[in-house]
């Protein structure tokens, strides 16, 4: 059976191109085998996701850990900006 372009294609349920789109908020009354491997997608884009954003924030936290060592170590120190936020700033090589 054909359904037309802007239905699903599965179960013919109208939800417009844009839900052919985002098919995976559409819920489609056939969920049979056929659909499972499409399910899978929002799930490995969740995934992707967090691995990212993971990334991001683990390498920040590595900097702000970098920068905090420093300063306990010597050679950088917290300085109070115009505004009064802590800036981290590396002292000056002494002669
Ligand atoms: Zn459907």
């Known amino acids: 059976m054909k359904h037309p372009s802007y239905c699903c294609q599965k179960c013919g349920e109208q939800i417009g191109w844009l839900g052919r789109l985002l098919w995976f908020i559409h819920k489609c009354k056939r969920g049979g085998e056929a659909m499972k491997q499409e399910d ?3 799930y490995f884009l ?5 691995i ?3 990334g991001l924030f683990g390498g920040c936290t590595g900097v702000s850990q970098m920068k905090q ?3 306990r ?3 950088a120190e ?3 900006d115009a505004s ?3 800036q981290f700033k590396w002292k ?3 002669p």
Do not use: D, R, S, T
């Not at 969740?46 to 967090?50: A, E, H, Q, S």
């Open 40 to 42: 899978a997608m929002p």
């Open 73 to 75: 170590e010597g050679p």
């Open 46 to 50: 969740c995934v992707m996701l967090g």
């Open 52 to 54: 990212i954003i993971g």
């Open 69 to 71: 060592e420093a300063v």
């Open 78 to 80: 917290w300085v109070a």
């Open 84 to 86: 009064g936020m802590a």
């Open 92 to 94: 000056e090589a002494k």
